[in-house]
């Protein structure tokens, strides 16, 4: 649930921060990757996480339609390129780092995907 907030409100948050949505997404993300390993607050960390991921997606796509190097039909698809590997890297980093707090608290898989 906070996965799919974070990118709904994700274009709010775009909006507010305008041209500077690089720097702050990238500050946004790192503050939610090092609130990920304090285990109370993992669920606002993937909230902040999905939310600033989804901002600097959006500066992304920004940035490859203004591309001039590369040709029109081109620019989106090499963006999207791009975002899908960025995409599924940080899905990979959630999925240990969530792993690893299992693991270390000892508590089951049921326990990570749902309140046991």
């Not at 702050?24 to 606002?44: A, D, Q």
């Not at 989106?76 to 270390?104: D, E, P, R």
Request: charge should be positive.
């Amino acid at each position: 649930m906070p996965y799919v907030l974070g990118i709904v409100i994700a274009p709010i948050i775009g909006g507010l921060v305008g041209k500077r949505s690089k720097k702050i997404s990238l500050i946004g993300m790192t503050v939610g990757l090092i609130l990920v390993l304090i285990t109370p607050f993992f669920t606002s960390s993937v909230l902040i996480l999905s939310t600033f991921k989804s901002v600097f997606n959006g500066w992304l796509t920004e940035i490859y339609r203004h591309q001039d190097e590369l040709p029109k039909d081109k620019r989106i698809w090499v963006k999207y390129t791009i975002q899908s590997m960025g995409s599924i890297a940080h899905q990979f980093v959630l999925m240990i780092i969530g792993s690893l707090l299992v693991m270390g608290n000892q508590s089951s898989v049921k326990t990570f995907f749902c309140c046991d």
